[in-house]
């Protein structure tokens, strides 16, 4: 698809790009200040908190990145709500004044697929969006008649952010649920979650799936490298120093709780130990020197949240909480300028003039006080 015209770019901007977004009962102050449990730790002010996109459909499922200059933001958009649908779309927008307007940039489907969990990776002097696709057919797919072995990674490229690729099918990934990705040396890793073997068990995922490193030369051809979790395998985020030695989060399938993974090269096993919270769509990241973990927090009995933690050894300490409720999380991180860290994240905590919830995109802006 070629980038979008001035007049698509116009209507998304009156569609929702600027918004506001108001406190649900119960919830943080928008502007509220959150001690770090370590006294050590810095504190963070949530600044700033609005609604970047809403378009009267599901959004959902961030990141962000810098490129060439520019602040890029990619979420998945349907109309038809959460689940498997092929009429779901990644959009791509990109913002040249730290964060504060968007334009769309690209937008992509895949036929017959739904597409997800849209990841960011710069690579090779290009930038990449890689998304992960169940087989939908022509209509809903029922949940019952999902299935992993027939998932497929995809991606779209672009050297400038203005001319786009076509979706390319990755190969190596066929049975694979692709998720994040991250760069060291000369080559391209990307988590993919697959039944061993690709056996054909009882419906369900179950415990008999593993989440694998998979490794590319040129982001687009991939094999095997490494085991992130044999077990419970699920949505992984990762880094590596620049020494090689690896660094994880892994959510776990099943609701358990979330591990912290170590390694010491790329290809090399992971030790895990236990972060005692349940975290769905975890991101990693640098920010002011030090390791932030987000995602949302699960915990029995309290509304699921878009949380932050400073990582300090193998604990994790509270850094901010995002207005949010009901179907959320999937945050992204960038660093400005000024230091400020820009976030992301969707939510469906606000409604709509007829009382009804919407599911919407949002940033904001962490600020050390």
């Known amino acids: 698809m070629a980038d979008a015209s001035p007049e698509r770019r116009m209507a998304v901007t009156r569609r929702g790009l600027i918004g506001s977004v108001a406190a649900a009962a119960g919830m943080l102050p928008l502007n509220g200040l959150l001690a770090a449990s370590d006294e050590s730790l810095p504190q963070v002010e949530v600044r700033s908190i609005r609604r970047a996109f809403h378009n009267g459909e599901h959004n959902a499922f961030t990141d962000l ?18 689940m498997v649908h092929p009429t779901s779309r990644i959009l791509i927008l990109s913002s040249a004044d730290n964060g504060r307007t968007w334009q769309q940039r690209h937008e992509f489907s895949v036929p017959l697929r739904d597409t997800r969990d849209p990841h960011f990776l710069v690579f090779r002097d290009r930038l990449f969006v890689y998304t992960g696709t169940w087989y939908s057919g022509k209509t809903t797919l029922p949940r019952e008649d999902y299935d992993l072995n027939l998932h497929l990674g995809y991606a779209v490229h672009s050297e400038n952010g203005l001319q786009w690729s076509e979706p390319q099918m990755l190969e190596g990934t066929f049975g694979h649920y692709i998720w994040r990705a991250a760069v060291h040396g000369d080559r391209a890793f990307l988590c993919g979650r697959r039944k061993p073997g690709f056996e054909v068990p ?28 044999d077990v419970n395998g699920d949505e992984t985020a990762f880094r590596f120093e620049s020494d090689g030695r690896g660094l994880a989060v892994a959510r776990a399938g099943g609701g358990g709780t979330a591990g912290l993974l170590r390694c010491t090269a790329p290809g090399e096993p992971w030790e895990r130990s236990d972060l005692g919270v349940a975290i769905g769509g975890p991101l990693l990241v640098r920010w002011q020197g030090r390791d932030v973990v987000a995602g949302r927090r699960m915990v029995s009995g309290e509304p699921p949240r878009t949380q932050f933690w400073w990582l300090s050894g193998d604990q994790l300490h509270p850094l901010a909480q995002l207005p949010s409720d009901g179907d959320n999380s999937y945050p992204g991180l960038v660093t400005l300028p000024s230091g400020n860290a820009l976030v992301s994240w969707y939510s469906s905590h606000e409604s709509d003039s007829s009382g009804q919830r919407i599911t919407a995109i ?8």
């Open 202 to 229: 009882a419906r369900g995922e179950g415990r008999r799936v593993e989440s694998l490193m998979l490794e590319s030369e040129d982001g687009l051809i991939w094999r095997q490298r490494a085991v992130f979790q």
């Open 65 to 82: 990145c810098w490129f060439g200059g520019r602040i890029w933001l990619t979420f998945r958009t349907c109309p038809d709500g959460h």
């Open 362 to 369: 949002y940033l904001a802006e962490l600020v050390l006080v």
